[in-house]
């Protein structure tokens, strides 16, 4: 027996003991002992120690987690949040307040009229103003984000905007 757990302990350092004196190989008596290697005794509280602690805090990291309502990333961007945008009470009033003075009924400039839907979809004499679900290819998003409308008027408020981008993203509805 001693054969087989001989060589286990002294490869961390472990002696046979009898009588407090060490012995090796087949000198052993019947009084024979393990003596541990220094430091295993500390080595061994201190992993008692470790698994003592570690099964509350991975208890308090599964509850941590199983209270939260979705994973990090499966959580939404701010800028990905928003309700759905109505053309009739959402964007109407914004193009009303910055862009009817020019391009509504009474004036028209460069063929856009933005009083109706109709008119808005049907674009000015250059085409379109519009994608249908995509604000970055609309001409109107483009003038508006870059400052050059409304003409001689105070910037559209960055909120505003995001409200004419996300009804565009949306497919740009008549709701």
């Not at 004196?21 to 470790?50: H, N």
């Not at 808005?120 to 994608?131: F, I, K, P, R």
Request: proline content about 7%; charged content about 20%.
């Amino acid at each position: 027996m001693f054969d087989l757990v001989e060589p286990l302990w002294n490869r961390f350092g472990a002696s046979l003991v009898v009588a407090d004196s060490p012995v090796t190989g087949s000198d052993v008596s019947t009084r024979v002992r393990l003596e541990p290697p220094e430091g295993y005794v500390r080595m061994l509280l201190r992993a008692e120690l470790f698994s003592a602690l570690a099964v509350p805090i991975g208890m308090g990291l599964i509850l941590q987690t199983s209270f939260t309502d979705a994973p990090a990333r499966a959580t939404p961007l701010a800028s990905e949040v928003h309700a759905a945008v109505s053309f009739a009470e959402d964007v109407m009033p914004i193009l009303e307040q910055h862009c009817t003075e020019c391009h509504g009924p009474e004036t028209v400039e460069l063929g856009l009229n933005l009083s109706t839907y109709e008119g808005l979809m049907a674009g000015s004499d250059y085409g379109t103003v519009v994608e249908r679900g995509n604000a970055a290819a609309s001409l109107i998003i483009d003038m508006i984000s870059s400052g050059d409308m409304p003409q001689d008027k105070d910037p559209m408020p960055a909120e505003q905007l995001e409200v004419l981008r996300n009804w565009i993203n949306e497919g740009a509805e008549n709701n």
